[in-house]
């Protein structure tokens, strides 16, 4: 079965780059994404990246695919006290499914 | 204008109540879903459904029910209210059943059961 996991807590100072890690078991899995969760909000979708890819860029946002050891990290330079917020990695599996599986989330907190 | 629209934002209720939560999507999405969020932050899919038809059901009480009057819409409504369901239900759209894409998120309805 799918089981998508991340470290609870991450502390950063402002400025220096955040990274987040996830690990899957799914090694079909065919879409890997990244969701930020604010306190009180829904989930917004920052990223995504198709397996076949090993990385993708999109302005402070970096993510890094390792397949062969099913890990994904999602990392964010010059980390701003707005990106304070719990993290979710997602994947679809393949088969042609549509259900998202969700990480636990990471508490990205940011400190002056 | 927002994109996914969830009411109530927040639900009280007694045990044994039973209770709706509405949502609406103006994307212009094929598929819907339900989300349930506990006190731990893990998310777990519960329901999905693709232009008004169930195409996922988790193995959810059958005292929730889903309905889906048109594509735009899907409301879930709970009977029978227990304790465990208090939780934060999100509803989600994407712009086919294969979520490729990835979802649109509502904000999330914080129900509380006492």
């Known amino acids: 079965g799918e089981d998508v996991e991340q470290s609870l807590f991450l502390s950063v100072r402002e400025g220096d780059s955040s990274v987040i890690n996830c690990t899957y078991t799914?090694?079909?899995?065919?879409?890997l994404y990244w969701y930020k969760q604010e306190p009180g909000a829904g989930l917004q979708l920052l990223t995504y990246?198709?397996?076949?890819?090993d990385m993708k860029q999109d302005q402070r946002l970096t993510v890094l695919l390792n397949k062969k050891d099913k890990h994904l990290s999602l990392r964010i330079a010059d980390t701003q006290t707005g990106d304070s917020a719990i993290y979710f990695c997602?994947?679809?599996?393949?088969?042609?499914?549509?259900?998202?599986?969700f990480g636990t989330g990471t508490q990205l907190k940011v400190e002056l | 204008d927002t994109a996914v629209s969830q009411t109530p934002k927040y639900l009280v209720t007694q045990m044994g109540n039973d209770k709706s939560i509405k949502c609406e999507q103006n994307?212009?999405?094929?598929?819907m879903y339900w989300y349930k969020q506990d006190s731990k932050k893990f998310l777990k899919i519960m329901f999905s459904?693709?232009?008004?038809?169930?195409?996922i059901n988790e193995t959810v009480p059958n005292r929730f029910s889903p309905k889906s009057p048109d594509k735009a819409h899907l409301n879930l409504h709970i009977n029978s209210l227990e304790l465990g369901d208090s939780a934060v239900y999100f509803c989600?759209?994407?712009?086919?059943?294969?979520?490729?894409?990835?979802?649109?998120f509502g904000s999330g309805t914080r129900l509380t059961v006492v």
């Open positions: 989600a759209s994407s712009q086919d059943p294969t979520g490729r894409t990835g979802y649109t």
């Open positions: 459904y693709n232009n008004k038809e169930l195409i």
């Open positions: 799914d090694s079909s899995s065919t879409y």
């Open positions: 990246i198709f397996s076949n890819m």
């Open positions: 994307l212009g999405h094929d598929t």
């Open positions: 997602a994947e679809r599996p393949g088969g042609g499914g549509n259900k998202l599986t």
